[in-house]
């Protein structure tokens, strides 16, 4: 038989199993966020259209999330309103799907991937939502350095370019400000920016505040704010990360900024109440400790592109050990941690350098940037341990070198880590100016230093 036959068998084959009916069914009843539907043969992340009797209202669209007692229950990507027993439902037999194409740079999405400030020009070419991560086999190693332009992060928790990192903190210590400074100032092609679950007041403060207009032109923002189903909350999160993706496969370096997780794990959790799971640790279900790592590891470095991801945390109390925050801080490659005392002191950005960490910043870093690191945070320790002391007056000069040398350190090493909003300092500049800072005080020695 020749190949062409075979082909065509083939098609023949797949035709001859497409159904030619189309499965209607009807909304039972709704409990709280979710649609209980009778008749219809959908599966779980299926996308169905509710046709809404009254004709003032549109048709709603819903998602099926679970099954209960021989009813599809579905949740809607809108609004409950007009939904009335015996609205027919009609599942589209696909998941979610979002436009893709090189015309989203500098477009601001909604949670569902659509256009909010009504521009022309969007793709028609659609990409699906849900894609698992990179094959482990094929992701390359993270060995090239990504500047942020911000002093604190490139010197003491230096990112490489694919590398997965949290920003760690409670609220109003200037993680959407940190965020807006790394979009303008660090060194990507694109930037792709998810707002989940924000004050609707903070979208356009962020925009022009933060990102500003030249951060924008190279960005793409996806926003679902905190009065949107908690169904979309979830669909931003994964529609900003098929963005990232579709650009990385572009062979383009990306950075895909999120803030937050917490809020993308908070709606995940009244998914999971909702269809009757049970609660776990905090109230939060199995299913978000689930969900994190599959939206977690998709960015990265594959034989195409990568995507660097830096992921918010909001904490609970300031406390860093929340489930949330512990979850998260297993999976990612690093974590930043702003510090609510340092704000106070009017510090910014606050970065707490010693509870901060990058796990692959001694694979991209050279042994000079190593060496001065290692003195800035030894010296930084010993004044944390000798700050009291100091402060009462009990500490006599002279008594140990160590304290002594922190002590002339702290002040220069705090000085450097500032950094004004609208600042971006080059790596290999600030680098210099780090180096002179210690060298002012302490004899570094060893190669590739002096």
């Not at 949290?166 to 998810?194: E, P, Q, Y």
């Not at 799971?277 to 960015?299: H, I």
Request: with cysteine; charged share 25%.
């Amino acid at each position: 038989m020749s190949i062409a036959r075979l082909d065509a068998a083939k098609y023949i084959h797949k035709v001859k199993d497409i159904s030619t009916y189309r499965y209607l069914g009807k909304v039972a009843r709704v409990v709280g966020l979710t649609i209980e539907a009778s008749g219809i043969n959908a599966s779980i992340g299926e996308i169905c259209i509710i046709q809404v009797e009254k004709r003032e209202e549109e048709d709603i669209v819903a998602e099926v999330v679970g099954f209960r007692d021989g009813y599809a229950l579905l949740m809607p990507l809108g609004d409950l309103k007009g939904i009335a027993p015996g609205c027919r439902v009609l599942p589209l037999g696909k998941s979610h799907q979002v436009m893709m194409g090189e015309e989203l740079l500098g477009q601001v999405l909604d949670g569902l991937g659509r256009p909010l400030d009504g521009v022309e020009g969007i793709p028609e070419r659609r990409f699906t939502v849900h894609n698992d991560p990179p094959n482990p086999m094929e992701r390359k190693t993270i060995d090239e350095k990504l500047e942020t332009g911000i002093k604190a992060i490139d010197m003491f928790t230096t990112c490489g370019r694919g590398q997965r990192v949290g920003i760690f903190a409670g609220s109003g210590v200037g993680k959407s400000t940190l965020l807006g400074m790394i979009a303008r100032c660090c060194v990507a092609d694109v930037n792709v920016v998810a707002l989940i679950g924000e004050r609707g007041r903070e979208i356009k403060d962020f925009l022009h505040r933060d990102l500003g207009e030249e951060g924008l032109k190279k960005s793409v923002v996806v926003t679902a704010t905190s009065d949107q189903p908690p169904l979309v909350r979830i669909k931003g999160a994964f529609v900003a990360t098929a963005i990232a993706e579709y650009f990385r496969d572009q062979g383009k370096d990306v950075m895909l900024m999120m803030d937050s997780v917490t809020r993308f794990a908070a709606a995940q959790r009244e998914v999971g109440l909702a269809v009757g799971e049970p609660p776990a640790t905090r109230g939060y279900t199995p299913s978000v400790f689930a969900l994190l790592p599959k939206l977690l590891e998709r960015a990265g470095r594959s034989n195409k592109g990568s995507i660097t991801g830096l992921y918010t945390v909001l904490v609970e109390a300031d406390d860093m050990n929340e489930p949330i925050a512990d979850a998260v801080r297993g999976i990612l490659d690093g974590h930043i941690v702003l510090s609510r005392r340092l704000a106070a002191q009017n510090h910014f950005p606050a970065v707490d350098i010693l509870q901060s960490i990058s796990r692959l910043m001694p694979d991209i870093i050279d042994k000079r940037q190593s060496k001065l690191v290692q003195i800035a945070r030894e010296a930084l320790a010993t004044y944390e341990e000798a700050k009291d002391l100091v402060n009462i007056g009990a500490y006599e000069k002279g008594s140990n070198p160590e304290i002594d040398n922190s002590i002339k350190l702290h002040s220069g090493i705090m000085e450097f880590l500032k950094q004004g909003v609208d600042d971006h300092i080059p790596m290999d500049e600030a680098l210099d100016e780090f180096e002179a800072v210690i060298k002012a005080v302490v004899d570094v020695g060893g190669p590739g230093v002096n």
